[in-house]
């Protein structure tokens, strides 16, 4: 069976890895990638039009400088996207943030020149209904909140589509779902400010990713805009007069991935342009170029080059890209160093670089974003009720029942009922088989499947019924599985950021968040020392094995460990909340909660420090090694969120509206099953 190219990169296939440009595992191919941007810089016009939005959102300090950095000779970027999902759509959106802003700081620490992290919005897409809800975890099940379905269904470009009046009712049912939670109030606030009827669900999308990402300076590009459509005009014309070479490279690399097993994430046909054409005016219905003859045509009518080229010179607003031009028309206005993307992106990006050599763009490093999954108090305490790792509970209901249920003394398994009811049955017709009378054979294999279907039957009962008589168990397998694997969905994409960030407070999820995306790992599972985020030295099991073989130093962490990410209850008495940076793998033995063991409730037993004010957030820090590293694992000496924080440990605040009680929120990465969902 075809895989996809993501997932064929994940099992190690060679073949795999030759059709994505470079090895993002290795600290050399970064700073190659780096040197290659570094020729690069933004056209003026574009660099203006990134001030402009900029000053229209949120003010931050950190982009201001993020954007005077962009302006240096040899600065590059790390570029990530996403469509404009309602109020930050799925969680992933979050992880692909934190991914470039942490390769952009690893980047510049290590060629030390300036690299700026860009999330460019796919904002030039028509799928309305796909960007218009986003799903929360609710008291009892997930909840879908959603705008209304739009009355005359277009083809208009998200840009230009406003937030509708009845984001007020949505808005109320997120208060509804989301009230009870201690920080509640400051993420509906948060929403609030940002998507107000009537403004361009592109600004607000914006405006709340740069608000949640303020101190990083997360620089965000809407690139539906003249400036950035007056400087990709030369490429859209490259691109309509090239369009029959252009389909001869992409079907010869289709074939190629293809011919090694794996699928083609973004099918093309020889007469489909990869240039979308918007035929009324720039803010009306856009249709893919469909060759005919010697031109083009939309369903609104044949359209000829020379008309397309004067359209383009003198409108070039009215033409947008497609999912695979899209990466080219970024890498040509912007010195990418790299691009960051879901699984579904790293395997279409392996479409591209026939394309990129044809029309002579530099080709970026693609890596993977962090694949996180997120573990606040709640769950955490069912997974250790229930004796699972995280990673357990992506299975059937049923499976994980099987694992986890007390079952009676004699009860055996399905296999073992059916062998006891079946086994006397089988003998005797076995034995009325050896007769070798005439006629019977038929008989008695009807009778045969008659009985083993039935039996089978009743035996998935009896198991079903067992394993549904705790309902205690049952009751935490199915709220744990709703809470990290809803439906069959891993959190990351099921859900949006709301419920974890009312549980926490917004900045804390985004620090946690920050510091699980540190550390590139396409294919992290669960660590056996229940980190909360994989180390590097977990990835390939010949460095896991000289990595637990490393002895341990003083505070017991060995070189290359990193540490757990949770967070503590915020003082009842104070407005801030602190931040420890540990070095070692293990929280300090006054706070470290072991297996099995409840969490400390009653004011006498909690740690002086809560009791006086003081709460602590532990989060990750990679020790420094001075064993040889492997190869993709990134320099230990850069960590937390500011650049320089080399000491063993280094304290931060941020204000908390109220106090949060008893809040802990770990990080696990985890491997995703890949999905052809853009992402």
């Known amino acids: 069976m075809a895989q996809s190219v993501f997932t064929a990169l994940l099992a190690g296939r060679p073949e795999a890895r030759s059709l994505l440009p470079g090895r993002f595992e290795d600290p050399e191919?970064?700073?190659?990638?780096?040197?290659?941007?570094?020729?690069?810089?933004?056209?003026?016009?574009?660099?203006?039009e990134m001030v402009r939005q900029s000053r229209a959102l949120p003010l931050s300090e950190a982009r201001t400088r993020m954007l005077e950095k962009l302006t240096h000779p040899g600065a590059t970027v790390v570029v990530t996207g996403q469509q404009v999902g309602l109020f930050g759509g799925p969680l992933y959106t979050l992880h692909k943030a934190a991914t470039a802003i942490a390769r952009a700081r690893w980047i510049e620490e290590r060629v030390r020149r300036p690299c700026v992290p860009v999330f460019w919005l796919q904002t030039e897409d028509h799928d309305y209904p796909e960007i218009a809800n986003v799903t929360v975890q609710a008291r009892t099940e997930p909840m879908t909140l959603a705008l209304p379905p739009d009355p005359h269904p277009s083809r208009v470009s998200i840009a230009h589509r406003t937030v509708p009046e009845q984001v007020d009712a949505v808005l109320a049912e997120a208060e509804a779902a989301l009230s009870p939670l201690p920080h509640a109030a400051e993420v509906l606030a948060l929403l609030r400010a940002h998507y107000v009827p009537g403004r361009p669900m592109a600004?607000?999308?914006?405006?709340?990713?740069?608000?949640?990402?303020?101190?990083?300076?997360?620089?965000?590009?809407?690139?539906?805009?003249?400036?950035?459509?007056?400087?990709?005009?030369?490429?859209?014309?490259?691109?309509?007069?090239?369009?029959?070479?252009?389909?001869?490279?992409?079907?010869?690399?289709?074939?190629?991935?293809?011919?090694?097993?794996?699928?083609?994430?973004?099918?093309?046909?020889?007469?489909?342009?990869?240039?979308?054409?918007?035929?009324?005016?720039?803010?009306?219905?856009?249709?893919?170029?469909?060759?005919?003859?010697?031109?083009?045509?939309?369903?609104?009518?044949?359209?000829?080059?020379?008309?397309?080229?004067?359209?383009?010179?003198?409108?070039?607003?009215?033409?947008?890209?497609?999912?695979?031009?899209?990466?080219?028309?970024?890498?040509?206005?912007?010195?990418?160093?790299?691009?960051?993307?879901?699984p579904a992106e790293v395997s279409y990006f392996a479409e591209l670089p026939p394309l990129y050599e044809h029309l002579g763009l530099p080709l970026p490093l693609v890596a993977p974003r962090a694949r996180l999954r997120l573990l606040d108090a709640p769950t955490r305490s069912l997974l250790e009720r229930l004796g699972l790792a995280a990673a357990d509970v992506e299975t059937s209901r049923d499976a994980l029942l099987a694992r986890v249920a007390i079952r009676p003394d004699g009860a055996g398994t399905l296999a073992e009922l059916e062998a006891r009811l079946l086994g006397p049955l089988r003998r005797e017709l076995d034995a009325l088989a050896a007769l070798g009378v005439h006629n019977l054979e038929g008989p008695i294999q009807k009778t045969r499947d008659a009985c083993t279907e039935a039996v089978g039957r009743l035996a998935s009962k009896v198991e079903r019924a067992l394993l549904e008589r705790d309902q205690a168990t049952l009751g935490r397998v199915e709220r744990v599985q709703a809470a990290l694997y809803p439906a069959g969905v891993p959190q990351e994409r099921a859900y949006g950021f709301l419920t974890l960030a009312a549980r926490s407070g917004t900045a804390a999820l985004t620090r946690v968040i920050h510091a699980g995306a540190e550390t590139i790992d396409p294919r992290v599972g669960d660590n056996p020392l229940r980190l909360s985020c994989a180390s590097a030295s977990s990835v390939f099991r010949p460095w896991a094995a000289a990595a637990s073989s490393r002895p341990r130093s003083a505070n017991g962490s060995r070189p290359g460990d990193t540490t757990c990410v949770s967070l503590r209850p915020t003082s009842p008495r104070g407005s801030t909340r602190a931040l420890r940076v540990c070095p070692s793998s293990r929280s300090p033995p006054a706070r470290r909660l072991l297996p099995g063991r409840a969490p400390i409730r009653s004011r006498s037993q909690q740690p002086s420090s809560m009791r006086h004010g003081t709460a602590s957030t532990s989060f990750t820090r990679t020790t420094p090694s001075r064993t040889p590293r492997a190869p993709w694992s990134p320099d230990p000496s850069w960590s937390g969120r500011e650049a320089g924080s080399r000491g063993s440990s280094r304290r931060f605040t941020a204000p908390t509206s109220r106090a949060s009680g008893w809040t802990r929120c770990f990080v696990t990465s985890c491997a995703m099953p890949p999905s052809r969902a853009i992402g």
């Open 203 to 342: 600004s607000a999308f914006a405006g709340l990713m740069a608000e949640l990402w303020q101190a990083e300076g997360l620089v965000v590009l809407d690139p539906r805009v003249p400036a950035v459509a007056r400087s990709a005009a030369p490429l859209f014309q490259r691109v309509l007069r090239e369009h029959a070479a252009l389909a001869s490279v992409l079907g010869a690399r289709a074939a190629e991935i293809e011919r090694i097993g794996c699928d083609v994430q973004v099918p093309s046909r020889p007469e489909a342009s990869l240039v979308f054409f918007h035929p009324a005016r720039a803010d009306g219905p856009r249709y893919r170029l469909v060759r005919r003859d010697d031109g083009f045509e939309t369903p609104e009518g044949p359209v000829s080059i020379p008309t397309l080229e004067n359209v383009l010179e003198r409108e070039p607003l009215r033409f947008s890209s497609s999912a695979l031009l899209r990466p080219l028309v970024q890498d040509s206005i912007l010195p990418t160093c790299a691009y960051v993307g879901g």
């Open 29 to 48: 191919e970064w700073t190659r990638a780096a040197d290659r941007a570094a020729a690069s810089r933004v056209p003026g016009p574009v660099m203006e």
